[in-house]
């Protein structure tokens, strides 16, 4: 059972790591400066780091690898929010649905979110 379950993180930070990367593709074409570093091999202890400065001194970076997830919001260099686990996912989607949306409003083609709901882990 735990080798299942670690095989299913494995393959949930894989999976992030592909939407960071177009997140960062998709705010770049916006304009804004963002980044995301990969690190490790495609079958094993891989990761990101992903870092988007949104303007008005307002950051966020979101960590993900074999060690864990994390969120982290700062404004003016200041430590705003800090969310792991599924929280830390749930903040990076409603950043993405936020820059879904307004894609939409200013009549953009409208482009799926890059990130994906996390896979259940149930058996």
């Given at each position: 059972m735990f080798l299942r379950l670690a095989e299913q993180y494995r393959s949930l930070v894989q999976d992030l790591v592909m939407s960071l990367q177009a997140l960062t593709?998709?705010?770049?074409?916006?304009g804004l400066t963002a980044t995301c570093?990969?690190?490790g091999d495609d079958q094993h202890h891989q990761g990101a780091s992903f870092v988007a400065?949104?303007?008005a001194a307002h950051m966020v970076r979101f960590r993900v690898s074999d060690f864990g997830i994390s969120w982290l919001e700062?404004?003016?260099g200041c430590e705003l929010v800090k969310l792991e686990g599924?929280?830390?996912i749930?903040?990076?989607q409603r950043m993405a649905a936020a820059l879904q949306?307004?894609?939409e409003e200013l009549?953009?083609?409208s482009i799926s979110s890059p990130v994906q709901s996390p896979v259940s882990t149930e058996a």
């Amino acid at each position: 059972m735990f080798l299942r379950l670690a095989e299913q993180y494995r393959s949930l930070v894989q999976d992030l790591v592909m939407s960071l990367q177009a997140l960062t593709d998709s705010l770049q074409a916006r304009g804004l400066t963002a980044t995301c570093y990969v690190c490790g091999d495609d079958q094993h202890h891989q990761g990101a780091s992903f870092v988007a400065d949104l303007g008005a001194a307002h950051m966020v970076r979101f960590r993900v690898s074999d060690f864990g997830i994390s969120w982290l919001e700062s404004r003016d260099g200041c430590e705003l929010v800090k969310l792991e686990g599924a929280e830390a996912i749930q903040e990076l989607q409603r950043m993405a649905a936020a820059l879904q949306q307004s894609k939409e409003e200013l009549g953009l083609s409208s482009i799926s979110s890059p990130v994906q709901s996390p896979v259940s882990t149930e058996a």
